[in-house]
T-cell receptor, first 115, second 110 residues
Framework: EAGVTQFPSHSVIEKGQTVTLRCDPI?????LYWYRRVMGKEIKFLLH????????ESGMPNNRFLAERTGGTYSTLKVQPAELEDSGVYFC?????????????FGPGTRLTVT | RKEVEQDPGPFNVPEGATVAFNCTYS??????FFWYRQDCRKEPKLLMS???SGNEDGRFTAQLNRASQYISLLIRDSKLSDSATYLC???????????FGPGTRLSVLP
């Protein structure tokens, strides 16, 4: 079974530009999450989709970040305009309910560098 | 105070050693607990879920103490391949988003 995939693996953009990250969850997983790790800090939650609906977006840092999951399959996370502090690794994860809760499976991440 | 705190590490241990990591969480409404491992520049991978009664998976044993808001991970007979950062993860209330600890780095030396 294919795991969570993310594209691109790396992105280097200039401040003020726009970048769109993509995540394809494990097939059949209704739950999709975005997380971010900035250098030297722990991984932080950004938002959570259940199918195509935003369940929790409390972790989104500001309105420069826009996440979508049209059709409840893959998701995109757009940063517009990018700022220097947006640099970091953006992880996507997906899950389905199990006996112990929602074990999440992570994609390889997109490393974003804003210069 | 951080919601999830871990031993700062790093832990440098010889092959075959037993090593234990500790994790504390501040929110008593925390519901689910996990240990993930993360290799350098890779994604977190599920190591084990932590059950109320404690659980074991081969060389790995996880314990949960709700009264003390404390989770532990014990690794027996350490292998070189166990070298990684170990992340303590908590789900608070009945939400589903993970709250990560800062991680504890383990290096197993030959």
């Amino acid at each position: 079974e294919a795991g969570v995939t993310q594209f691109p693996s790396h992105s280097v953009i200039e401040k003020g530009q726009t970048v769109t990250l993509r995540c394809d969850p494990i097939s059949g997983h209704d739950n999709l999450y975005w997380y971010r790790r900035v250098m030297g800090k722990e991984i932080k939650f950004l938002l959570h989709f259940v199918k195509e609906s935003k369940q929790d977006e409390s972790g989104m840092p500001n309105n420069r970040f826009l996440a979508e999951r049209t059709g409840g399959t893959y998701s995109t996370l757009k940063v517009q305009p990018a700022e220097l502090e947006d640099s970091g690794v953006y992880f996507c994860a997906s899950s389905q309910l199990t006996d112990v809760g929602y074990e999440q499976y992570f994609g390889p991440g997109t490393r974003l560098t804003v210069t | 105070r951080k919601e999830v705190e871990q031993d700062p590490g790093p832990f440098n241990v010889p092959e075959g050693a037993t090593v234990a990591f500790n994790c504390t969480y501040s929110n008593s409404a925390s519901q689910s607990f996990f240990w993930y491992r993360q290799d350098c520049r890779k994604e977190p991978k599920l190591l084990m879920s932590v059950y109320s009664s404690g659980n074991e998976d081969g060389r790995f044993t996880a314990q949960l103490n709700r009264a003390s808001q404390y989770i532990s991970l014990l690794i027996r007979d350490s292998k070189l391949s166990d070298s990684a950062t170990y992340l303590c993860v908590v789900i608070i209330n009945y939400g589903q988003n993970f709250v990560f600890g800062p991680g504890t780095r383990l290096s197993v030396l030959p």
